[in-house]
């Protein structure tokens, strides 16, 4: 259990397809965890981002004010979009992709299927900003990023606004 780097782009493990994990592993689900939880604004995290290429993440949007409805904390193996209905574009950032933001058309609701920590078949159905969070994870294990899914790169692309305090005194 630790917290480890996350990858930012251009890393070519981002962009590479993830192995399947065929169980679960207790180590990865809490680097996934401990790392997800110490990183401000942080609501999921996929485990080609911490530099290990198998099909596993986390989520948990239950802190963020978009969070409701949510499942809580959700760490799941080798999921499964089984189903995606409806369409919404919102704006989104990346941990992997820290200096912009960006446009991204996904589906409102979506039900996936995986194996969670304990090793148990789970099936989630999820809507609103917590369906984002799952396809967002789910593209990082499928080699995607929020810069791959832009209409276009010009005009759905920000550069990330970072608040500085001014010096005192």
Do not use: W
């Amino acid at each position: 259990m630790a917290v480890r780097a996350v990858l930012t782009i251009p890393d070519s493990l981002l962009k590479r397809p993830s192995d399947p994990v065929g169980g679960t592993d207790d180590e990865l689900a809490a680097d996934l965890v401990d790392t997800m939880r110490v990183s401000p604004g942080c609501v999921g995290l996929a485990a080609p981002q911490l530099g290990v290429s198998r099909r596993a993440f986390c989520v948990d949007v239950s802190g963020h004010p978009k969070g409701r409805p949510c499942h809580g904390l959700v760490v799941l193996f080798d999921p499964q979009v089984l189903l995606a209905e409806g369409a919404e574009v919102r704006r989104e950032g990346c941990m992997s992709v820290p200096d912009f933001t960006a446009n991204v058309r996904r589906a409102l609701r979506v039900v996936v299927r995986g194996i969670d920590e304990h090793g148990a078949e789970r099936v989630f159905d999820a809507s609103g900003f917590e369906a984002r969070a799952f396809q967002h994870e789910v593209d990082h294990l499928d080699g995607l990023l929020i810069l791959d899914r832009v209409a276009s790169l010009t005009t759905d692309v920000f550069r990330r606004k970072v608040y500085r305090q001014p010096p005192s005194g």
